[in-house]
Nanobody
Framework: QVQLVESGGGLVQPGGSLRLSCTAS????????MGWYRQAPGKQRELVAF???????NYTGSVKGRFTISRDNVKNTVYLQMNSLKPEDTAVYYC?????????????WGQGTQVTVSS
């Protein structure tokens, strides 16, 4: 059974930092594109960042220069370092593992971790 477990969320003041972790079991993340998504109240889920298995990264515009995604395939974990946090970063953050093999799509999600940026 595949599980993605996020951790590291919490309450932080504007300008602060948090580091989210997502540890997978049941799959080897080295075979997957790993991503972080977020969903704020009343809004659609949006892609924040992703990292390929060749370590290429991509970020949504609003977080470029502030967030960094990384992966440790040995620990089977992906991270999201979030700096200079803003109130608009408040959301539930979800980890995603995506792979397509022989036309079959493997798409797994974590349960989410709440990030609240407020003074």
């Amino acid at each position: 059974q595949v599980q993605l477990v996020e951790s590291g969320g919490g309450l932080v003041q504007p300008g602060g930092s948090l580091r989210l972790s997502c540890t997978a079991s049941g799959i080897m993340i080295s075979n997957y594109v790993m991503g972080w998504y977020r969903q704020a109240p009343g809004k659609q889920r949006e892609l924040v960042a992703f990292i390929t298995n060749t370590l290429n990264t991509n970020y949504t515009g609003s977080v470029k220069g502030r967030f960094t995604i990384s992966r440790d395939n040995v620990k089977n974990t992906v991270y999201l370092q979030m700096n200079s946090l803003k109130p608009e970063d408040t959301a539930v953050y979800y980890c995603n593992a995506l792979r397509t093999s022989w036309g079959v799509r493997y798409d797994y999600w974590g349960q989410g971790t709440q990030v609240t940026v407020s003074s």
